[in-house]
C-alpha cells in the first residue's frame, strides 16, 4: 500500500495504520494539527492484531499531540514489526516518540492483562525538532512482552523554547546510533 504525498490536518490521526496492514509506505506527509500519526490501535478486545513493513518517510508534523506512535491495548495479541519512520521534522508536538503497550482510552484504569501485541525492529531514523511536553520519547513497554529490536538513529528532541526534554523508557530492547538527544537512562 503506498500512501501519497499528502497534507492531512484534521482532528483525528492524520494517518492511521490499522490492523492487517503489510508492506506500507508514507512518504511526504504533512500534518497538523491533530493526533499524528499512530500504527494501532491494536489488541483492543483481547484481538489478535498484525502490523508489518511499514515505512514512513519524510513528514512534517507541527502542533499535534502525538508525532509517531504505536498504541497496542493489553490482552491483545499479535505483533506491530519492522517499521521505519524517518526524515521526521517534528514542531510544538506533545509527544514525539511513543510506544504505548498499554493504552486504555478510558477514564478509569484498565485492569493489567497477561498478553499483549509484540512491538518488535522498529527503527527511528533522522527525527528532529521541538516537544510541547518535557517528554519527547516516551517508550511504554510491557513488562511480559518488552519492545525488542527498537533503534533510535540520530535523532534529536528539545522541548519548545529550547529547554531539555527527557525520555522515559520502560522494559525495552534498545539501541542509539548516532547522535541522540533525549536518551533513555
Known amino acids: 500500500l503506498l500512501v501519497p504525498s499528502s497534507l492531512l490536518s484534521m482532528c483525528d490521526d492524520c494517518i ?27 489488541g483492543s478486545r483481547n484481538s489478535e492484531d498484525y502490523v508489518s513493513d511499514v515505512v514512513l518517510n519524510r513528514a512534517k508534523l507541527s502542533g499535534t499531540t502525538n508525532g ?3 498504541k497496542t491495548w493489553q490482552g491483545g495479541s499479535g505483533s506491530a514489526s519492522n517499521i521505519k519512520f524517518q526524515n521526521v521534522e517534528m514542531h510544538n508536538v506533545k509527544n514525539p516518540i511513543i510506544i504505548d503497550q498499554s493504552y486504555c482510552d478510558q477514564s478509569k484504569p484498565c485492569k493489567e492483562q497477561s498478553s499483549a501485541v509484540q512491538v518488535k525492529n522498529v527503527v527511528y531514523q533522522n527525527i528532529k525538532g521541538t516537544s510541547a511536553s518535557n517528554v519527547a520519547i516516551d517508550f511504554d513497554c510491557s513488562k511480559k512482552y518488552p519492545c525488542q529490536g527498537i533503534v533510535l538513529h540520530d535523532v ?7 529547554g531539555s526534554a527527557k525520555a522515559k523508557c520502560n522494559n525495552i530492547n534498545l539501541k542509539n546510533i ?5 536518551r533513555c537512562s
Open 16 to 42: 492511521s495504520i490499522v490492523s492487517g496492514s503489510k508492506k506500507v509506505l508514507a512518504t511526504d506527509i504533512i500534518c497538523g494539527p491533530g493526533h499524528g500519526i499512530s500504527i494501532g490501535s491494536l
Open 68 to 70: 509517531v506512535r504505536i
Open 156 to 162: 534529536n528532541l528539545v522541548a519548545e523554547g529550547g
Open 178 to 182: 548516532g547522535t541522540v538527544t533525549p
